[in-house]
């Protein structure tokens, strides 16, 4: 992503400029060149970017000269041909320039596409343009992380405060340590003492502590207090190239704003046709949900020796009905992958047996480390510290967590540093305790809730990355599918700045973990590990609840911050069998179209050891 949300080297000298050796002439056009010119005028900039800085002064005239006076701004620093790779393809890649601005005693970081590039590039204008980062400012950054491969270029991810990271910033003509280098002059930038490569800004905190701090999810750039302050962004297309080249920034004009919005309305879009479809067909479609599945029908599934004998059925019926929780620990067990469908009663033993023994193995990695030695082992105590933190803040209501001194809140923190120590690479982050909570409750046994949760991160992994990569492919991929299945919906998210999705991140990074209460979140999560439909269909758990709620959305002229503050507050209001059938309708009447809608590698990936537990596609979910 662009910034989507929770965040997107060689020789030659880089244009650096300072404020002592900026000359009048460039400080005039300094923030009038074409590629700021282009933020201004194409709405689909707003796109999964942050909301503007409150800092950043609007001007109210057609021409503004930005000079280094405390109401101006400069640049302190400009590289030209610092890339983004959306994906692996190299055609895809998108060029253009990074900037550090000073403004009074403010440092913002600017990158900007560059325009027409080459025709042979795969990515169209408007979803290259969804990658521009808006002048963002250093008091909302976290920390920049540096890359060095020992082949290829350089790189860096810079973090914000909230958790959330743009994508890799790739510089091509060299160029980081300059950059490291000015910021340094203006705010305060110290190295971890963790890892060399990252470095913090503004901040001594435990820089493990890279998620959200609070998954309630604060907006990932406050705004300041009066509407009128932050960069003159319009809607409107420029005339020509001329136009660009002068670099005219025009103001926002809420006639402006809704003249263009008449206009994009009157041209003809595919998309809206689909959208107008999705409304009258999800009125009929989408089956009714079944009751769970039973010991009586489960046992009818097995053959003598324990294997299951139609994997596909037995999906197909978790997805329209759940299961008995007393059947919960056994079907769980082989929806998770931890069981293979085609394992008998016997190996199934045998497994258990033989897991337990390498989970008590990498458990006394840690349980061994003396005090001493903890001492001397900085992301160990901190880790630990983590953890202790948030077991005891998880799910208190709940009996089998309730009470002073619970045994069951012991377990919680136990698997959780094991499994800081099995995936050291990755380690703990907020909101993993969410996810093994219920697989705990659920299963009950230490070894075999550590399994299943190890199965369940293999897919989820990603969205606790450093670079949050995993979260950015998937709300991009909401962004896509809205704007195919809900084209009004699309519109009023784009007009209103809104097409970042961060209001979704709480959603996908947990799994709807909080929107629900308990026993509902667990049939949730049983249909969505089926992989009946799609792999994603969580991603359309989000548009179902985005189109249920739309009339009220757009009806209340709901900003973005407005829009938050609803969807944290929809906790627990939210029914789940109707957002089931609906997501089950938009997921076939999207059929490729959608699938085209969610890049290649979203997670949560498919297990793809042998292709066995989760085939692709079913045949006859039509």
Same mark, same amino acid.
């Given at each position: 992503?662009?910034?989507?949300?929770?965040?997107?080297?060689?020789?030659?000298?880089?244009?650096?400029?300072?404020?002592?050796?900026?000359?009048?002439?460039?400080?005039?056009?300094? =923030?009038?060149?074409?590629?700021?010119?282009?933020?201004?005028?194409?709405?689909?900039?707003?796109?999964? #970017?942050?909301?503007?800085?409150?800092? =950043?002064? @609007?001007?109210?005239?057609?021409?503004?000269?930005?000079?280094?006076?405390?109401?101006?701004?400069?640049?302190?620093?400009?590289?030209?041909?610092?890339?983004?790779?959306?994906?692996?393809?190299?055609?895809?890649?998108?060029?253009? /320039?990074?900037?550090?601005?000073?403004?009074?005693?403010?440092?913002?970081?600017?990158?900007?596409?560059?325009?027409?590039?080459?025709?042979?590039?795969?990515?169209?204008? !408007?979803?290259? *343009?969804?990658?521009?980062?808006?002048?963002?400012?250093?008091?909302?950054?976290?920390?920049? @992380?540096?890359?060095?491969?020992?082949?290829?270029?350089?790189?860096?991810?810079?973090?914000?405060?909230?958790?959330?990271?743009?994508?890799?910033?790739?510089?091509?003509?060299?160029?980081?340590?300059?950059?490291?280098?000015?910021?340094?002059?203006?705010?305060?930038?110290? @190295?971890?003492?963790?890892?060399?490569?990252?470095?913090?800004?503004?901040?001594?905190?435990?820089?493990?502590?890279?998620?959200?701090?609070?998954?309630?999810?604060?907006?990932?750039?406050?705004?300041?207090?009066?509407?009128?302050?932050?960069?003159?962004?319009?809607?409107?297309?420029?005339?020509?190239?001329?136009?660009?080249?002068? $670099?005219?920034?025009?103001?926002?004009?809420?006639?402006?704003?809704?003249?263009?919005?008449?206009?994009?309305?009157?041209?003809?879009?595919?998309?809206?046709?689909?959208?107008?479809?999705?409304?009258?067909?999800?009125?009929?479609?989408?089956?009714?949900?079944?009751?769970?599945?039973?010991?009586? +029908?489960?046992?009818?599934?097995?053959?003598?020796?324990?294997?299951?004998?139609?994997?596909?059925?037995?999906?197909?019926?978790?997805?329209? $009905?759940?299961?008995?929780?007393?059947?919960?620990?056994?079907?769980?067990?082989?929806?998770?992958?931890?069981?293979?469908?085609?394992?008998?009663?016997?190996? @199934? +033993?045998?497994?258990?047996?033989?897991? %337990?023994?390498?989970?008590?193995?990498?458990?006394?990695?840690?349980?061994?480390?003396?005090?001493?030695?903890?001492?001397?082992?900085?992301?160990?105590?901190?880790?630990?510290?983590?953890?202790?933190?948030?077991?005891?803040?998880?799910? /208190?209501?709940?009996?089998?967590?309730?009470?002073? &001194?619970?045994?069951?809140?012991?377990?919680?923190?136990?698997?959780?540093?094991?499994?800081?120590?099995?995936?050291?690479?990755?380690?703990?982050?907020? $909101?993993?305790?969410?996810?093994?909570?219920?697989?705990?409750?659920?299963?009950?046994? +230490?070894?075999?809730?550590?399994?299943?949760?190890?199965?369940?991160?293999?897919?989820?992994?990603?969205?606790?990355?450093? &670079?949050?990569?995993? =979260?950015?492919?998937?709300?991009?991929?909401?962004?896509?599918?809205?704007?195919?299945?809900?084209?009004?919906?699309?519109?009023?998210? %784009?007009?209103? &700045?809104?097409?970042?999705?961060?209001?979704?991140?709480?959603?996908?990074?947990?799994?709807?973990?909080?929107?629900?209460?308990?026993?509902?979140?667990?049939?949730?999560?049983?249909?969505?590990?089926?992989?009946?439909?799609?792999?994603?269909?969580?991603?359309?758990?989000?548009?179902?609840?985005?189109?249920?709620?739309?009339? !009220?959305? =757009?009806?209340?002229?709901?900003?973005?911050?407005?829009?938050?503050?609803?969807? *944290?507050?929809?906790?627990?209001?939210?029914?789940?069998?109707?957002?089931?059938?609906?997501?089950?309708?938009?997921?076939?009447?999207? $059929?490729?179209?959608?699938?085209?809608?969610?890049?290649?590698?979203?997670?949560?990936?498919?297990?793809?050891?042998?292709?066995?537990?989760?085939? #692709? #596609?079913?045949?006859?979910?039509?």
């Amino acid at each position: 992503l662009c910034l989507f949300f929770i965040s997107a080297a060689s020789q030659t000298g880089p244009a650096f400029v300072t404020k002592k050796n900026l000359p009048l002439s460039h400080k005039s056009l300094a =923030m009038q060149e074409t590629e700021l010119q282009d933020l201004s005028d194409d709405a689909d900039y707003a796109a999964s #970017q942050l909301q503007g800085s409150a800092s =950043m002064v @609007r001007s109210n005239s057609r021409k503004q000269s930005w000079s280094s006076e405390p109401d101006g701004a400069e640049i302190v620093y400009l590289k030209d041909n610092v890339t983004i790779h959306p994906t692996q393809f190299a055609s895809e890649r998108i060029s253009g /320039r990074l900037k550090l601005i000073k403004q009074g005693s403010s440092l913002f970081m600017t990158w900007i596409p560059y325009n027409g590039q080459s025709s042979n590039a795969k990515l169209s204008e !408007k979803d290259r *343009n969804l990658y521009t980062i808006r002048p963002v400012p250093f008091t909302e950054v976290r920390s920049i @992380r540096r890359h060095t491969p020992a082949l290829g270029w350089q790189y860096i991810i810079v973090v914000l405060s909230s958790g959330l990271a743009f994508p890799p910033l790739y510089f091509y003509n060299g160029g980081v340590k300059e950059f490291l280098g000015t910021i340094k002059q203006h705010v305060f930038l110290v @190295r971890s003492a963790e890892d060399s490569n990252v470095f913090l800004v503004n901040d001594f905190q435990n820089p493990l502590q890279r998620t959200l701090s609070s998954l309630e999810l604060p907006r990932a750039v406050s705004l300041a207090s009066e509407p009128s302050m932050s960069i003159s962004v319009g809607e409107s297309p420029l005339k020509d190239d001329q136009e660009r080249a002068d $670099g005219e920034v025009r103001n926002e004009s809420s006639n402006i704003s809704q003249n263009n919005v008449m206009q994009r309305q009157k041209v003809h879009d595919p998309a809206r046709d689909l959208s107008i479809q999705v409304d009258k067909l999800t009125l009929v479609w989408g089956k009714p949900r079944l009751p769970p599945l039973g010991p009586d +029908e489960w046992s009818m599934l097995l053959d003598s020796e324990g294997r299951i004998m139609d994997s596909k059925a037995l999906r197909k019926r978790i997805f329209y $009905g759940g299961v008995e929780h007393g059947l919960r620990k056994e079907v769980w067990a082989f929806l998770l992958g931890y069981h293979r469908y085609d394992s008998t009663y016997a190996e @199934r +033993e045998y497994l258990r047996s033989l897991k %337990k023994t390498q989970y008590e193995t990498i458990k006394i990695q840690w349980q061994s480390i003396s005090p001493e030695q903890a001492k001397r082992f900085t992301k160990f105590r901190e880790r630990k510290g983590l953890i202790e933190k948030d077991v005891i803040r998880t799910d /208190r209501s709940l009996f089998f967590y309730d009470g002073d &001194d619970n045994a069951n809140v012991n377990l919680l923190r136990d698997i959780l540093l094991t499994y800081s120590f099995y995936n050291f690479d990755l380690g703990y982050c907020q $909101g993993m305790s969410d996810l093994l909570s219920p697989i705990l409750f659920v299963m009950d046994d +230490e070894s075999e809730a550590f399994w299943c949760f190890v199965a369940l991160m293999d897919r989820l992994g990603p969205n606790f990355n450093r &670079d949050q990569n995993g =979260m950015h492919s998937q709300l991009f991929a909401v962004f896509k599918l809205v704007e195919l299945l809900d084209s009004p919906l699309h519109n009023y998210f %784009k007009q209103n &700045d809104c097409l970042n999705y961060f209001f979704c991140f709480r959603w996908v990074l947990i799994q709807f973990k909080r929107e629900f209460e308990y026993e509902k979140t667990m049939l949730l999560w049983e249909v969505l590990w089926t992989h009946y439909l799609s792999e994603h269909l969580h991603l359309y758990v989000c548009v179902a609840i985005l189109k249920r709620y739309r009339s !009220k959305i =757009m009806g209340e002229q709901m900003d973005f911050d407005t829009l938050l503050k609803f969807i *944290n507050e929809l906790s627990g209001h939210i029914d789940l069998d109707s957002i089931l059938r609906d997501a089950e309708a938009l997921c076939i009447c999207a $059929g490729e179209n959608g699938a085209a809608s969610i890049p290649p590698g979203t997670p949560p990936s498919l297990p793809v050891d042998d292709g066995f537990l989760y085939p #692709q #596609q079913d045949d006859d979910v039509l």
